[in-house]
């Protein structure tokens, strides 16, 4: 008992106020598979360096999140662990996280969350406040079974792209992708493509490779593109306008590309018409009279 109380007397005492430690979620309500991600932010204040490192097989950071009924969540795969840091007196670490990379959170309802953060050089745990989180679903209007061609990872094997909707508030209604094993029906993927203005319904179309590109409408006369993978990657966003009436659109060639005509992008929208359509001396092809 004597050797517990010397060492207890022995370890550095570091009071709440001088470390920080605060998670912000991007927003309180998410569709089911989404990532739940936002910032923790640990502000130091020890008057001294401070050392973040995994220790005895645990991750320095963990995550405490409970359902709607208050039962503790266990997580489906061995936390990797953060990348070690060092905090040095007086800074302020901001980084992204996700919490449901390790934690289950698929099933509709209500969660809380908070963000634990542990210092073995200091042998003290400091929480976030609890914050709470609803999963919803969204509803799904188009759904594909795709298969893995040759040459890529998995295949063979067969994939469900699936398109939702899904109102943010009252009127703020959000366009959102989804991707499944098909013989499983494991969630691999799910992302808001953005704001979704249903004057217009999405166009989307699958190439030679079976990418999917959408285009859908995000405000008036505005679209955005987006190609997404077999992997549920975006391999390319773009943000397109209408001109005169002309809209964008996805045309499937012969070869089985998908080729976007009609609008104009981004780029070119902002571009002053002086310099779309007027050019300078120096860039007379050779050969011109000169005037």
Not at 74 to 94: C, E, F
Request: charged share 20%.
């Amino acid at each position: 008992m004597a050797a517990v109380l010397l060492l207890l007397c022995a370890a550095p005492i570091v009071s709440n106020a001088q470390i920080l430690v605060d998670l912000k979620l991007d927003r309180s309500v998410y569709i089911a598979h989404e990532a739940i991600g936002g910032k923790l932010t640990i502000v130091n204040r020890a008057g001294r360096d401070l050392i973040l490192g995994n220790a005895n097989g645990r991750s320095w950071l963990d995550f405490s999140v409970t359902d709607s009924r208050g039962n503790l969540i266990s997580p489906v795969t061995q936390n990797r662990g953060a990348r070690p840091l060092v905090i040095a007196s007086g800074q302020t670490h901001q980084m992204r996280v996700v919490v449901n990379d390790v934690y289950p959170m698929g099933q509709i309802g209500t969660y809380r969350v908070r963000a634990t953060v542990s210092f073995p050089q200091i042998n003290r745990v400091f929480q976030t406040k609890t914050l709470a989180v609803q999963v919803a679903e969204g509803k799904a209007f188009w759904n594909q079974v795709v298969g893995v061609p040759e040459g890529y990872p998995g295949a063979g094997t067969y994939r469900i792209y699936e398109l939702l909707t899904y109102f943010h508030g009252a009127r703020q209604k959000a366009l959102y992708f989804r991707l499944k094993d098909n013989s499983t029906g494991r969630v691999i993927r799910t992302f808001s493509l953005g704001d979704y203005l249903s004057v217009r319904p999405p166009l989307y179309a699958i190439d030679r490779s079976n990418q999917l590109h959408i285009i859908h409408m995000t405000a008036p006369q505005q679209y955005f593109y987006t190609l997404v993978d077999l992997d549920g990657e975006v391999v390319a966003r773009e943000r397109y306008y209408e001109k005169k009436g002309n809209r964008p659109t996805l045309v499937t060639l012969s070869s089985g590309d998908v080729e976007i005509r009609g609008g104009v992008t981004e780029e070119v929208a902002k571009t002053p018409y002086e310099k779309r359509e007027f050019r300078r001396l120096s860039e007379r092809p050779p050969g011109m009279p000169r005037l």
